[in-house]
Protein backbone atom coordinates (compact mmCIF):
# COMPACT_ATOMS: atom_id res chain seq x y z
CA UNK A 1 0.00 0.00 0.00
CA UNK A 2 1.11 2.97 -0.84
CA UNK A 3 1.91 5.72 1.76
CA UNK A 4 0.44 9.01 1.66
CA UNK A 5 2.77 11.85 1.99
CA UNK A 6 2.94 13.86 5.15
CA UNK A 7 0.98 17.18 3.93
CA UNK A 8 -2.06 15.22 3.21
CA UNK A 9 -2.53 12.91 6.40
CA UNK A 10 -5.41 14.33 8.09
CA UNK A 11 -3.93 13.19 11.31
CA UNK A 12 -5.99 12.68 14.58
CA UNK A 13 -6.75 14.84 17.59
CA UNK A 14 -7.12 18.46 16.47
CA UNK A 15 -9.23 19.72 13.36
CA UNK A 16 -5.75 21.11 12.93
CA UNK A 17 -3.38 18.15 12.57
CA UNK A 18 -0.68 18.20 10.42
CA UNK A 19 -1.86 21.76 9.74
CA UNK A 20 2.18 23.02 9.60
CA UNK A 21 3.32 20.43 7.25
CA UNK A 22 0.83 21.60 4.47
CA UNK A 23 1.68 25.17 4.85
CA UNK A 24 5.23 24.06 4.31
CA UNK A 25 4.34 22.47 1.55
CA UNK A 26 2.58 25.79 -0.24
CA UNK A 27 5.64 27.70 0.72
CA UNK A 28 7.35 25.61 -1.02
CA UNK A 29 6.45 26.53 -4.30
CA UNK A 30 6.69 30.18 -3.53
CA UNK A 31 6.46 33.12 -0.97
CA UNK A 32 2.71 33.58 0.17
CA UNK A 33 0.87 35.72 2.14
CA UNK A 34 -1.60 34.30 5.31
CA UNK A 35 -4.78 35.49 3.35
CA UNK A 36 -3.27 33.06 0.22
CA UNK A 37 -2.30 30.68 2.47
CA UNK A 38 -6.15 30.50 4.22
CA UNK A 39 -7.49 30.58 0.84
CA UNK A 40 -5.59 27.05 -0.35
CA UNK A 41 -5.52 25.20 3.04
CA UNK A 42 -9.43 26.31 3.94
CA UNK A 43 -8.62 27.64 7.03
CA UNK A 44 -9.01 31.06 8.99
CA UNK A 45 -6.05 33.77 8.56
CA UNK A 46 -6.23 33.84 12.30
CA UNK A 47 -5.31 30.20 12.38
CA UNK A 48 -2.65 30.67 10.07
CA UNK A 49 -1.69 33.38 12.24
CA UNK A 50 -0.76 31.18 15.06
CA UNK A 51 0.70 28.57 13.71
CA UNK A 52 3.14 30.60 12.09
CA UNK A 53 3.80 33.12 15.18
CA UNK A 54 7.34 34.02 15.99
CA UNK A 55 7.96 31.44 18.86
CA UNK A 56 6.80 28.46 16.69
CA UNK A 57 9.08 29.32 13.71
CA UNK A 58 12.26 30.31 16.18
CA UNK A 59 11.26 26.45 17.29
CA UNK A 60 11.72 24.76 13.61
CA UNK A 61 14.62 22.18 13.45
CA UNK A 62 13.33 20.22 10.18
CA UNK A 63 12.60 23.82 7.95
CA UNK A 64 12.41 27.26 8.67
CA UNK A 65 9.45 30.24 7.55
CA UNK A 66 10.76 33.45 8.14
CA UNK A 67 7.79 36.51 8.43
CA UNK A 68 8.10 39.66 6.81
CA UNK A 69 6.65 42.95 8.08
CA UNK A 70 2.95 42.74 9.11
CA UNK A 71 0.75 44.88 6.54
CA UNK A 72 -2.78 45.82 5.95
CA UNK A 73 -4.44 44.51 2.83
CA UNK A 74 -8.23 45.12 2.55
CA UNK A 75 -8.49 46.02 6.12
CA UNK A 76 -6.54 42.63 7.30
CA UNK A 77 -3.38 42.49 9.11
CA UNK A 78 -1.32 40.47 6.73
CA UNK A 79 2.78 39.34 6.32
CA UNK A 80 4.13 37.33 3.96
CA UNK A 81 5.78 34.17 4.68
CA UNK A 82 8.60 32.46 2.93
CA UNK A 83 9.99 28.97 3.71
CA UNK A 84 14.07 29.19 4.01
CA UNK A 85 15.80 26.12 2.03
CA UNK A 86 19.55 25.74 4.08
CA UNK A 87 20.33 22.19 2.21
CA UNK A 88 22.44 20.03 4.39
CA UNK A 89 25.70 19.22 2.57
CA UNK A 90 27.62 16.76 4.27
CA UNK A 91 31.49 16.57 2.45
CA UNK A 92 32.99 13.05 4.45
CA UNK A 93 36.66 13.61 5.04
CA UNK A 94 39.34 10.55 4.38
CA UNK A 95 37.51 8.83 3.06
CA UNK A 96 40.03 5.69 0.85
CA UNK A 97 38.77 4.30 -2.03
CA UNK A 98 39.55 0.69 -1.76
CA UNK A 99 40.84 -1.07 -4.79
CA UNK A 100 43.27 -3.76 -4.90
CA UNK A 101 46.82 -3.91 -6.47
CA UNK A 102 45.68 -7.31 -8.85
CA UNK A 103 42.43 -5.73 -10.33
CA UNK A 104 43.84 -2.29 -10.96
CA UNK A 105 47.30 -4.82 -12.70
CA UNK A 106 44.13 -6.45 -15.11
CA UNK A 107 42.82 -3.64 -16.22
CA UNK A 108 43.89 -2.28 -19.72
CA UNK A 109 45.96 0.73 -20.58
CA UNK A 110 43.82 2.58 -22.08
CA UNK A 111 40.75 2.06 -18.50
CA UNK A 112 43.81 2.79 -16.53
CA UNK A 113 44.74 6.16 -17.47
CA UNK A 114 40.83 7.11 -17.29
CA UNK A 115 41.16 5.94 -13.66
CA UNK A 116 43.54 7.68 -12.78
CA UNK A 117 42.45 11.22 -13.78
CA UNK A 118 39.31 9.91 -12.32
CA UNK A 119 41.06 9.60 -8.98
CA UNK A 120 43.08 12.98 -9.42
CA UNK A 121 39.86 14.73 -10.08
CA UNK A 122 37.98 13.13 -6.97
CA UNK A 123 41.05 13.93 -4.80
CA UNK A 124 40.97 17.98 -6.17
CA UNK A 125 36.98 17.50 -5.35
CA UNK A 126 37.88 16.20 -1.60
CA UNK A 127 40.28 18.39 -0.90
CA UNK A 128 38.00 21.25 -1.55
CA UNK A 129 35.32 19.84 0.50
CA UNK A 130 33.08 19.47 -3.14
CA UNK A 131 32.38 16.21 -3.15
CA UNK A 132 29.28 13.99 -1.87
CA UNK A 133 29.63 10.51 -0.94
Known amino acids: ?3 IAMYRRSGVGSPNAGLKERILWQLSKGPMTGHQLAEALKVSLSTIHENLSDSVISKAKV ?10 NDGRRDRT ?3 VRNPKRVAVKNKTIVISNRSFAQVGEEKRQKNIIAAQRRARLIAAGLWLC
Open 63 to 72: ATVTAGEWTI
Open 81 to 83: YTA
Open 1 to 3: MKK
